[in-house]
């Protein structure tokens, strides 16, 4: 509690030290209780300092030190004034988009230099006060919360705003006190006493009114606060005491960690759920110093949240540092303190390894479970007995071809699929394992699919749950398609009665001669037991030796060759005795075309050796064997046995297969095959069956017709076949053939029609000029490109002789390549010309070859390519010039060889020693001359190359010895020319040029460079000086002037006076021109930023700011738009506001003025300019203005230190630029400057 006396204590106080409760001893009269509202819009200070908050911070304390210098230059200043002088010198408020953003305050300034930070490189932006708390006009009409609003929230200064937030002014302690003042008259005349007791006592009035309220309002407010923190006390300790068990007994790991990741507090659940010692001894400790091995994922989560964010996971592996694991669900999110600040985060989390678990080992079972049943193409079915309803998965759906999504399975549609031979048995099976009758459930059936075919099912079963009576309800089973077996099972069947029941030898063998099967009817023949294994068996086993080696060295050779070998052999019989046999043997390939095995048919022709009817048989022998050859060559192939008179017709698996059909699918009869075969096919089909039986078999039955695929394409055929047995009348009795498919071949022969009429379409419309020409020369055949090229119709051309055409120089060569044509030789690339219609020539170049008495040949209009041919040889000698006429060395560098392979004339100028000097010393170039220092560089440099791209540039500045002995600085640019095979650089092209001048001319910078740091460091050090030594005495002498003016002014005259007055003028000037010669100083040393710089919303800013602080002044501003510029933003201001200021200074003395700032073009270079209207100067001064100290005026016309020009000058210097000026007196100024396109370095 603090006591004050006045209304004017209070605000001190306030200001001062921000207590909770003031005492105020008031004399309260009688009309103190008719108190008037005050007026706060009066405490407004207008036009605050504003700056951008891009602008350095020691420009920003420069205008706040500029405001306070003019405020001291005045003599005489209204009390009321100069407190809104102080409060504008106090603070500058940063703009940004029109709205205030920032304030930068004399607090701030004198923090930033106790903590020794460099103002000359910080932006406003870097240090302001952000954000900042802002009043409605609207809403300023109450003292207390004014005051409140600056107590509350610690602040001096409180911007005002208009509805849309412009700034209007501020109000700080200082414009309040002044409001709450006694009114003091400025008059002391006696009539005005009772004027002044009226206005002292309202003035009284007002404060006691101020006063009574604020005291009042501290107290309420005390009270308050003291209420409301006892009970966020007791609430905040029983929150604390209910939150502590609920983290302790919550069934999931919770954990409350604060900005350093430090524990507060944790549940019992997430101590045992990571194995930790107890609660108690983890609070405080680092949750990275309890889990060390947390990853940088984890870490980066961790930061994420600290700034705000919310992180969750349903599912993730945690991995602890002893190699075990648990899946767990977490989620973190930050906590906020009392002031919304983050105070650290909270993690939940929840172990749910087991529910994880069971779900990965349900997934893979049911995984397995899928794999195992499609593998096996088995489906499963779920059977309802009560229903007869089923379900069945995919699998069962898409064996028997239908769609899952729409298949539905009964029991009853399962016996409506079931084959008609099968069904009887299947049900049969069915019901007595449902009645008990069988222990098992298993049958094989066919089963109808949607397409229509037949497919053979194994069905297995089991019940595996009945109802309370023990009757059966529900049954589960599986499905496996067992086709492809049955099909197998039946051909093998069909394969081997054949081969059983033939009255003959039928054996195979494999390629090395290994016997690998005999059947029954050849064991018996050769003596062998039923029982033998003939595996370990080869053919000369059963053959006498002679015959043995006859058919390993010729019989089988042949069969390799032809297919197959037949002759007249010998066998062995395991008792020894031999017989003579007829015997087949048959080449079996693979698709690869390799052989598999060969096999054999052999007949015991004994008994045809002792006679003449014996002889007779034999030729019938004879017949059946090459109808067994036949046989055997037709399976091959798909092969049919016609019945004709049973109208039953065999058709072998391959035939149906052929056409895509099972061998259930189509059934042994002759319309099967009719109804395959295309309809326009079949009569000519059948017409060549009526040839052949007519023929008496004379006329072969071969036909080529179509048959349709089961998937709708088209299968060709060569059906061919021949009657084996007639009747007695005459009549066809059985007839045997085969299909061979020749789609293939048709495709072919379909494709070499199309590539021929593709190649007489490319024939008709190539660009090139084709033709066809006989060896007597004459044009047989040519394409249309010979019309276009040469200007005649084609019937000009075709039957003439070429050389007609052929101009008279080039008869010679062409009739030499028509030498090397009749010779079978090529002509390739062949040039020669041809007249055409106009009688212009044209150059043609040919490719041609000779077949047969024909010449076919291509040729192309390369008159065109000659021209730029001859074009680039001009070209060629024409560099070669330049090369030779070259001041620099041009050279060819083999990076394999290590050796120059070329160079111009000027190594001789630079080095003394000619070309061939130089590629003579071959790879010991750089050894023979360069400087030893520069030796390792020239091996690292050659390496860069290897290793560089095509296009890249090196350099390098190395040195070599002249002729003389002298070393001379060569700079070299290389870059890689060319490639070898394998892509690895081989040579460079280069450039060399002798700097030993400029090495030179660098060493003498380098020294004068050092003079100039030097020097700039001098600059520098006179600079600190003029800052800071010469302000100590100025302040002296203007401090003492004062004193003297103050104490002793009235024992000074006039003159005297006038005297003190000037030296205190002087010395103010004096401060102006320290703080001009230290801008210009920071102007050359500070480092430039390049930024696009909008240089007319600068002009607009300086303007407006100008007009402000001059309201009176009649100047119309004419601005360009959008003029931007590339440059440093903070020296481009300085620019604009010093010419600004400028033209603003020197219309001062006109009633109306006109200021314009533009662009305009001069030499394809944009200059910027800024023109005024008022005193001008004389041009013969020109050169006086952009001088530091030189001014054309007087400082009674127009005040300044003479060093802005200068300033001016110096930053368009540093950005590569020119300024200039143009002027005629009393009729204005013109100052223009220009800005390179491009940010330079300085």
Request: glycine share 4%; with cysteine; charged share 25%.
């Amino acid at each position: 509690m603090i006591l004050a006396k006045n209304g004017k204590e209070v605000i001190d106080l306030v200001k001062q030290y921000q207590p909770d409760l003031i005492v105020m001893d008031i004399q309260m009269s009688p009309i103190a209780t008719s108190l008037t509202s005050i007026d706060l819009k009066s405490a407004i200070i207008p036009n605050p300092l504003v700056v951008n908050a891009d602008l350095k911070v020691i420009d920003a304390i420069t205008l706040m030190s500029n405001v306070l210098v003019r405020a001291n230059a005045k003599q005489e200043m209204d009390p009321l004034e100069v407190i809104c002088q102080e409060a504008r010198a106090s603070c500058v408020l940063v703009i940004e988009a029109a709205k205030v953003i920032g304030i930068i305050s004399e607090r701030d300034v004198v923090r930033l230099s106790a903590q020794r930070r460099s103002l000359e490189h910080l932006t406003v932006r870097e240090v302001m006060s952000s954000p900042v708390f802002t009043l409605q006009e609207k809403d300023c009409t109450d003292l207390l919360a004014v005051v409140n609003l600056l107590w509350q929230n610690h602040i001096r200064h409180l911007p005002i705003v208009d509805q849309n937030g412009l700034l209007l002014g501020i109000i700080t302690y200082d414009s309040l006190w002044q409001l709450s003042r006694p009114f003091e008259s400025p008059s002391s005349d006696a009539s005005h006493n009772n004027e002044e007791i009226d206005a002292r006592f309202e003035s009284e009035k007002v404060a006691t009114k101020i006063v009574t309220e604020l005291v009042t309002s501290f107290y309420q407010q005390a009270q308050n606060k003291q209420f409301e923190h006892q009970q966020m006390q007791t609430a905040l300790r029983q929150s604390e005491e209910t939150l502590k068990l609920f983290i302790k007994y919550v069934p999931v790991g919770i954990v409350m960690l604060d900005v350093n990741l430090c524990y507060v507090h944790a549940s019992q659940r997430w101590v045992d759920e990571y194995r930790l010692e107890s609660v108690e001894a983890i609070i405080g400790k680092s949750h990275y110093e309890i889990f060390p091995e947390i990853p940088e994922n984890w870490r980066q989560i961790h930061r994420r949240c600290l700034q705000g964010a919310i992180e969750r996971a349903e599912q993730d592996l945690f991995v602890r540092a002893d190699g075990t694991h648990q899946w767990i669900r977490w989620e973190i999110r930050p906590w906020r303190t009392s002031n919304q600040e983050i105070g650290g985060v909270i993690f939940f989390s929840e172990d749910i390894t087991e529910k994880v678990q069971a779900e990965i080992n349900l997934q893979e079972s049911e995984e397995r479970l899928r794999l195992a049943l499609k593998a096996a193409n088995q489906g499963l079915y779920d059977l309802n007995l009560r229903t007869g309803e089923a379900i069945v998965n995919p699998e069962y759906a898409t064996m028997l071809g239908y769609d899952y999504a729409t298949f539905v399975e009964t029991n009853a549609k399962w016996i409506e699929r079931l084959h008609p031979d099968d069904r009887e048995i299947a049900v049969n099976i069915y019901q007595e394992y449902i009645i008990g009758n069988l222990t098992e459930y298993k049958v094989e059936f066919r089963q109808l699919t949607q397409s229509g075919e037949w497919k053979w099912i194994l069905s297995l079963g089991k019940i595996v749950e009945w109802d309370e009576a023990g009757n059966p309800i529900r049954m589960l089973g599986t499905h496996t398609d067992i086709s492809d077996r049955k099909l197998a099972e039946e051909q093998a069947q069909r394969r081997l009665d054949i081969l059983e029941a033939a009255r003959d030898v039928i054996a195979s063998s494999d390629v090395e001669g290994r016997v690998t099967f005999i059947n029954q009817t050849g064991k018996s023949i050769l003596g062998i037991d039923p029982n033998t294994d003939i595996y370990n068996t080869n053919i000369p086993d059963y053959h006498p030796p002679h015959i043995a080696e006859f058919i390993l060295q010729e019989a089988l050779p042949q069969c390799v060759q032809q297919g197959f070998w037949s002759g007249e052999t010998i066998f062995c019989r395991r008792d020894g005795s031999e017989f003579p046999a007829l015997q087949v043997i048959v080449c079996h390939r693979g698709s690869d075309h390799k052989i598999n095995q060969f096999s054999t048919i052999a007949r015991d022709i004994s008994d045809l050796k002792q006679a003449a009817k014996e002889r007779l048989l034999n030729k019938q022998v004879q017949r059946e064997l090459k109808l067994l050859e036949n046989i055997l060559d037709i399976v091959l192939a798909g092969y049919w046995d016609w019945d004709i008179p049973k109208n039953y017709e065999y058709l072998s698996p391959k035939l149906k297969q052929m056409f895509g059909y099972e061998d259930h699918e189509i059934a042994n009869l002759p319309e099967s095959w009719q109804q395959l075969i295309f309809p326009e096919d079949l009569p000519k089909a059948l017409e060549a069956f009526e040839r052949h039986v007519q023929s008496r078999g004379v006329v072969p039955y071969s036909v080529e017709v179509r048959y349709r695929h089961k998937n709708g394409s088209i299968v060709w055929v060569i059906c061919s076949g021949k009657v084996i047995e007639w009747d007695l009348d005459g009549n066809p009795i059985r007839m045997i053939g085969c299909h061979i498919d020749i789609s293939d071949r048709k495709q072919t022969e379909e494709k070499l029609r199309e590539s021929k009429e593709e190649l007489e379409r490319f024939f008709s419309v190539s660009l090139d000029l084709l033709c066809i020409a006989d060896m007597e020369g004459h044009f047989c055949r040519l394409n249309r490109s010979w019309q276009s090229t040469l200007g005649y119709d084609l019937d000009e051309l075709e039957g003439r002789k070429f050389l007609d055409f052929v101009h008279p120089e080039d008869i010679a060569v062409t009739l030499e390549s028509m030498s090397a044509l009749s010779n079978q030789e090529a002509v390739i690339a062949f040039v020669n010309r041809y007249r055409c219609k106009d009688g212009t020539y044209r150059y043609i170049e040919w490719y041609s070859r000779s077949y047969g008495n024909s010449i076919y040949a291509a040729a192309r209009d390369v008159t065109n390519r000659k021209y730029a041919e001859e074009e680039i040889l001009e070209k060629q000698r024409f560099i070669q010039k330049i090369a030779d006429a070259s001041p620099n060395i041009l050279y060819l560098y083999d990076l394999q060889e290590h050796r120059n392979v070329y160079c111009n004339r000027e190594v001789s100028a630079v080095l003394g020693y000619t070309a061939a000097e130089i590629q003579a010393m071959g790879s010991d170039l750089f050894t023979n001359l360069m400087h030893p220092d520069d030796l390792p560089r020239i091996y690292g440099y050659y390496q860069k190359i290897n290793a560089s791209q095509d296009g890249d540039i090196f350099e390098l500045e190395y040195r070599m010895r002249h002729i003389n002995g002298e070393y001379r600085w060569l700079y070299s640019r290389d870059s890689i020319f060319s490639r070898d095979e394998q892509g690895h650089p081989k040579q460079t092209i280069g450039t060399a040029q002798d700097i030993s001048d400029r090495r030179r001319a660098e060493a003498l910078i380098q020294q004068t460079t050092a003079q100039l740091e030097a020097s700039n460091r001098e600059l520098e050090a006179f600079a600190y000086s003029v800052s800071h030594d010469l302000r100590a005495p100025l302040r002296a002498i203007d401090g003492f002037s004062n004193a003297l003016m103050e104490d002793y002014g009235d024992k000074f005259d006039e003159d005297g006076r006038d005297y003190f007055e000037r030296i205190r003028r002087n010395i103010q000037r004096m401060g102006l021109l320290i703080d001009d010669l230290l801008r210009l100083s920071r102007v050359s040393r500070s480092e430039m930023q390049y930024s696009q710089v909008n240089l007319s919303s600068l002009v607009e800013e300086q303007i407006h700011e100008l007009q402000e602080s001059d309201p009176q002044r009649q100047v119309e501003a004419i601005i360009a738009p959008e003029i931007i510029v590339s440059a440093d933003i903070t020296l481009m201001r300085v620019i604009i506001n010093n010419l600004i200021q400028n033209a603003w200074k020197f219309t001062s003395n006109h009633a109306t003025a006109r200021i314009e700032f533009g662009v305009i073009k001069q030499d394809e270079q944009s200059v910027y300019f800024v023109r005024d209207d008022g005193a001008g100067f004389d041009m013969n001064y020109t050169k006086m203005l952009f001088g530091v100290f030189q001014r054309l005026h007087n400082d009674n016309e127009f005040h300044g230190t003479g060093i802005g020009l200068a300033t001016v000058q110096r930053i368009i210097h540093r950005h590569g630029g020119k300024v200039w000026a143009e002027g005629t007196v009393e009729k204005g100024a013109t100052f223009y400057f220009t800005l390179p396109n491009n940010p330079i370095g300085i």
